[in-house]
């Protein structure tokens, strides 16, 4: 069975610094892209930031660029996504997902974790 397991969201305040983990139970997850998406409360998902299956190239959501760091471990089957200097728009529900190729598209990406949720606090 294929999962996406999503951890380290939680409450912190404006400014403070958070890393997500993405563990992942996939068959030739050093072959895929992992990106992250985010969905606040009454709005759509959005792309975030995508790795290739190598880790040498990344993409970011411009309201995130140099404050966010996607990263990968291929020997863990686990993507991260560093957060630091956050702001309360940065609050919403976490996802990791996986696809053949990065994209900004989340209709790319075939396995999707379940969230984890990060609020930040003003």
């Known amino acids: 069975q294929v999962q996406l397991v999503e951890s380290g969201g939680e409450l912190v305040q404006t400014g403070a610094s958070l890393r997500l983990s993405c563990a992942a139970s996939?068959?030739?997850?050093?072959?895929?892209?992992m990106a992250w998406f985010r969905q606040a409360s009454g709005q759509e998902r959005e792309f975030v930031a995508f790795?290739?299956?190598?880790?040498?190239?990344?993409y970011y959501e411009e309201s995130v660029r140099g404050r966010f760091t996607i990263s990968r471990d291929n020997s863990k089957k686990t993507v991260y996504l560093q957060m630091n200097n956050l702001k309360p728009e940065d609050t919403a529900l976490y996802y990791c997902?996986?696809?053949?190729?990065?994209?900004?598209?989340?209709?790319?990406?075939?396995?999707w974790g379940q969230g984890t949720q990060v609020t930040v606090s003003s």
């Open positions: 790795i290739d299956w190598s880790g040498e190239d990344t």
């Open positions: 996939l068959r030739g997850f050093d072959t895929l892209a």
């Open positions: 997902a996986a696809g053949t190729r990065g994209t900004f598209f989340a209709a790319d990406y075939y396995y």
